[in-house]
């Protein structure tokens, strides 16, 4: 599924301040590598239904198996073995006895202790990845997750391997054990313990996600095979929230275009940008912010939320909305399934111009029928005059005035908010009363 820069910044997937990011919100990996990898996952969502349930069946066999997962390596596990492998260290004996051994840590006593400490942390991550192996045994694997196991039970099986995983731990290996280790692991080893490295930095990303779907009970959406797209949500609420409200949400192409009102703070981004990331997260082959999720794969994601200026080059914030749009239509017109999701649309420009604009553009995109939208304005007068298409749905978030206090109850309603709520949020911050001062 395609998704730009843009997409990706609207949506929070990744942001400039990390924190609040959904990257951040759902990074539950322990190793910089598997960091980096539920980065990479997370910046590639999917264009493959197989694909997409091999990793919901994947995280759903991790979840099952999360509180036997081998914690016996670590972040500093792995640190400790990548930095061994570049350490200049004097070399190693290549078949040692108990006097060359000896003699090799009187003279190396520095090296001697880097090597045995590094054959230690190698020891704990070897009988890590063993313990993942024998996690799955017996177990319907999906094939993503097959192929990592084999790749592993084939790196590992190696005699000098296999017989030091049957020995002692490597804190109670003699100095000639040591060293005969040492020595095949940094003549014979070093690319298939980089490998290895990589293999559990993988696990690590995809471990990461079932712990995330887990913690935040997000559920693995269902996705239907159709010609036109589709979305089908209950009880969907934003990941970021920490008491966010529900919604139930219902577009195909008998209704493809939700039109969606408001005043300010009552909802409508937040509702837009929930939408978003569920059908995201959807598409990486994670579970979503829902009680059930229901849709249609999606070759493109495009959003129109937070546009900007250009002083450098000149150009307004009129100028690069309709920019946008323009970049909009011209890769939705392709016959492949979208979700554009537009906030406020046309805000750089007066209102009867942005009336004007608006409704052309919304006469336009509604006939696409391979494609689904969101969009939000406050120009509710124009609502009227699009009933007249039934592929328009009208929605609203409702907002309440009690005792001069403002009473937003984040609830989706069906139908077209006429509330007007500008001057009594300047007031009640007191902007007017210092307006008096003056």
Not at 97 to 103: D, E, G, R, V
Not at 238 to 246: D, K
Request: hydrophobic share 40%; glycine share 6%.
């Amino acid at each position: 599924m395609q998704a730009d820069k843009t997409t990706l910044n609207d949506l929070s997937i990744f942001n400039h301040d990390e924190e609040q990011s959904v990257f951040h919100h759902l990074d539950f990996t322990t190793t910089v590598g598997g960091r980096d990898f539920f980065r990479k996952m997370l910046s590639s969502p999917l264009d493959d239904l197989n694909k997409i349930h091999e990793t919901q069946q994947l995280l759903s066999l991790l979840i099952k198996k999360q509180q036997n997962w081998p914690v016996i390596i670590t972040n500093g596990t792995i640190m400790v073995i990548e930095r061994y492998f570049d350490s200049p260290i004097n070399e190693l004996p290549r078949d040692p006895n108990n006097i060359s051994a000896l003699f090799y840590c009187f003279i190396n006593a520095s090296d001697y202790s880097l090597t045995k400490y590094s054959v230690r942390h190698f020891g704990d991550f070897a009988r890590g990845l063993q313990a993942l192996i024998n996690l799955c045994k017996g177990e319907e694997v999906p094939p993503i997750l097959q192929v990592l196991l084999d790749r592993m039970v084939m790196l590992l099986n190696k005699p000098a391997i296999i017989n030091f995983l049957l020995q002692s731990p490597a804190s109670e290996l003699s100095m000639v054990n040591v060293l005969k280790v040492a020595y095949f692991l940094r003549r014979h080893y070093k690319n298939e313990t980089f490998e290895l490295i990589n293999i559990f930095s993988r696990l690590d990303a995809y471990y990461g996600m079932a712990l995330a779907c887990n913690k935040f009970n997000l559920v693995f959406p269902s996705f239907e095979k159709k010609s036109s797209p589709f979305v089908t949500a209950e009880g969907l609420f934003h990941l970021l929230l920490p008491t966010p409200v529900a919604y139930d949400l219902e577009l195909d192409h008998e209704q493809n275009f939700l039109f969606l009102t408001g005043a300010n703070m009552a909802g409508k981004s937040t509702f837009i940008k929930a939408v978003g990331v569920a059908v995201y997260l959807a598409h990486i082959g994670m579970g979503v912010p829902a009680k059930n999720f229901k849709l249609s794969l999606f070759d493109g994601l495009l959003s129109n939320i937070q546009v900007e200026d250009n002083i450098i080059k000149g150009e307004s914030y009129f100028f690069n909305e309709v920019k946008r749009v323009k970049k909009t239509i011209e890769k939705i017109n392709d016959g492949r399934n979208w979700l554009i999701l537009i906030d406020e649309l046309f805000k750089g420009t007066n209102v009867q111009d942005a009336m004007k604009c608006s409704v052309t553009v919304i006469e336009g995109l509604r006939k696409l029928n391979n494609a689904l939208f969101i969009l939000s304005t406050h120009l509710y007068e124009i609502g009227e005059g699009l009933k007249q298409y039934p592929s328009i749905k009208f929605s609203y978030f409702e907002t309440h005035v009690n005792d001069g206090q403002l009473v937003f109850s984040y609830a989706l309603k069906d139908g077209i908010s006429n509330d007007r709520l500008g001057y009594l949020i300047l007031k009640r911050e007191g902007v007017v009363e210092m307006l008096d001062k003056l």
